[in-house]
């Protein structure tokens, strides 16, 4: 197998995946909840530079506005609520399952992988347009090809909405 | 200007981006001794005078003993979070500025300004606004303090309420300019007042639409930097000094350095967004026939842009000294049950403007969105009467009713 040529691009991904999948090793095998939080937010930050670097700059941001600056700030807010601390030992030494799971979680990467790998061997460089994620293009398209699943999905959203306000405001 | 053009595209961003550094770090004590001095003379006192001539070395004095004191940390902190706080706290001020226009895009500063002209300029701006959150609540929990604690805990419930009403009153703004770029909301204000009125410029604090949008994005804006009334992550009297309780030395400057650098830079985004950006006067100068003007319009853009910013920045303080803190409950009503409606009811009239405009023509597309404007105004005030009000106390300090004498008891009964 030879190497592909190192571009600027290929680097600029490279460090962004290799630092998104630590994260997320992070993610599991930190155990203090903030730290764990936290890894997963440098996780999203990550994605989103993977994002911008396929021209997808709404996408992006959207990845930090939404999940970064909002959701894992209120995972934060809960954490600190509950004072979670560091978790102590909760693993038994002996546990059948850590084996097991390990052979799946391997077995599901390798089925992934094998449909996955071969297509995406040579690919070392970006071939979207450059406005090809811009907010302007992803207007027009939700808009137009797929306004249906989009409204369909706002109506999702307002159920839940409504849903979650029922469930905490139990009282009228 | 062809040197800078012909400069490495590399190097013309390290220009593009130690002018707008360098600017905010030598001018955050300047910010510090203005505040003072002008929330002094607004409390009828004199304020910090002492220090070379008005008091303007005083900041340099304040941050000469900073540096000098002893640097205590707390034992049973969580080590890497409580370092790393104070500097994520200060990313997001000088993140937040590389989209900020201080110049036009042609003439002199073509090629300075901005840092960067992405085409998601707002949401950049409401992303990194939210990321500043960040740097209080790990201040907060690293601090192993619960105070502290408290006081991250009341910076991420406070930011995620007021985050929605600004993002919605800026979306009024995207929606009226057409664009997401904040050098195109600049060069959007310049055109003719209300489309009617040629020699004066259309900034988007005369609409109506975005008078209400700014006076939500203001609001907002307090809440997102942490200032009076709305300072409840660090409210002295009842947290010490909230999240930045275990922090000394330098790492507490950062803090404050950090939060007046915020203060600007949300006072430029204002001045960008709704005051018309670098121009001197909501007046077109070359339909008035004076170029001269204009040329003095365009050079002298930063300045023009700075003042701006400065006296938006007064603005933060006028509001400290104007109002006291609120209390939580206030605070989350306020988000959540006036700003938040209001920002959503303008961001639809001003799409049902638009729509009205395209179809009957720009006259019965104003007088539908004033009428509009007023029966929103009727109906949120029918609303309000008709809602609970908040809870109120009564505190009776002196009453009148009772003779104010003192009963001096008799030392001789008491003993016995």
């Keep these: 197998m030879q190497m592909p040529e190192l571009t600027p691009n290929l680097m600029f991904f490279g460090a962004l995946a290799g630092l998104a999948a630590l994260t997320g090793v992070g993610v599991v095998a930190l155990r203090d909840p903030v730290r764990s939080a936290l890894s997963l937010v440098l996780n999203f930050f990550m994605l989103a530079g993977l994002y911008f670097s396929l021209n997808a700059e709404f996408l992006g941001i959207a990845q930090i506005v939404v999940y970064t600056g909002a959701i894992m700030v209120l995972f934060l807010f809960v954490i600190m609520l509950l004072n979670l601390g560091g978790q102590k030992q909760s693993i038994e030494p002996r546990d059948f399952k850590v084996p097991f799971s390990l052979l799946l979680g391997f077995g599901l990467f390798a089925l992934i992988a094998s449909q996955l790998f071969q297509p995406l061997m040579h690919i070392t460089k970006v071939a979207t347009p450059s406005d090809w994620g811009s907010p302007q293009n992803l207007g027009v398209t939700l808009f137009t090809e797929y306004v249906w699943p989009f409204e369909l999905a706002s109506v999702l959203l307002l159920l839940g909405l409504v849903g979650s306000i029922m469930l905490a405001k139990r009282r009228f | 200007m062809e040197a800078l053009q012909n400069l490495n595209p590399w190097l013309l961003a390290l220009v593009r981006v130690v002018l707008i550094v360098g600017f905010l770090l030598s001018i955050v004590p300047g910010l510090i001794w203005w505040e003072r001095r002008l929330l002094s003379w607004m409390q009828d006192r004199i304020g910090p005078n002492r220090v070379g001539p008005y008091g303007l070395l005083q900041p340099i004095a304040d941050g000469v003993k900073l540096f000098f004191k002893e640097d205590i940390t707390p034992s049973s ?340």
């Design chain 2, 77 to 416: 902190i969580d080590r890497l979070i409580y370092f790393v706080a104070p500097a994520i706290a200060l990313f997001p001020a000088f993140t937040l500025a590389a989209v900020l226009p201080w110049g036009p895009a042609q003439g002199a500063y073509a090629y300075l300004t901005p840092i960067a002209d992405v085409n998601i300029g707002v949401l950049y701006m409401l992303a990194i606004s939210s990321l500043g959150v960040y740097g209080l609540v790990l201040a907060g929990y690293g601090s192993d303090n619960k105070y502290s604690l408290l006081g991250g805990l009341r910076a991420s419930a406070q930011l995620i309420s007021y985050e929605l009403a600004m993002g919605v009153s800026l979306g009024a703004i995207v929606l009226a300019t057409g664009s997401l770029k904040i050098t195109d909301m600049v060069v959007a204000q310049e055109g003719a007042l209300w489309g009617l009125i040629p020699a004066l410029q259309n900034w988007n604090l005369f609409t109506p639409f975005g008078f209400v949008a700014m006076v939500v994005f203001l609001i907002c804006m307090v809440a997102e930097t942490n200032r009076a009334p709305f300072d409840l992550p660090e409210a002295e009297n009842e947290l010490i000094a909230g999240y930045h309780t275990e922090y000394s030395s330098m790492k507490f400057a950062v803090f404050f350095m950090g939060e007046y650098a915020a203060m600007l830079v949300f006072s430029g985004v204002v001045t960008a967004v709704f005051l018309g950006g670098y121009n001197l006067l909501p007046v077109n100068w070359e339909a008035m026939n004076l170029g001269f003007m204009q040329r003095v319009n365009d050079l002298g853009a930063p300045v023009w842009f700075i003042g701006k910013s400065a006296f938006v920045f007064s603005c933060y303080v006028w509001l400290r000294a104007t109002l006291p803190r609120l209390r939580y409950d206030q605070l989350m009503s306020l988000g959540w049950k006036s700003l938040l409606p209001i920002a959503a009811a303008n961001l639809i009239l001003v799409a049902s403007w638009i729509v009205v405009t395209e179809i009957y023509g720009a006259m019965i597309g104003w007088g539908f969105l004033l009428g509009a404007m007023f029966l929103a105004t009727l109906f949120f005030l029918a609303m309000q009467r008709s809602s609970r009000a908040l809870e109120s106390r009564e505190l009776l300090l002196v009453d009148e009713a009772q003779p104010r004498t003192i009963e001096l008891v008799d030392p001789g009964k008491a003993v016995s």
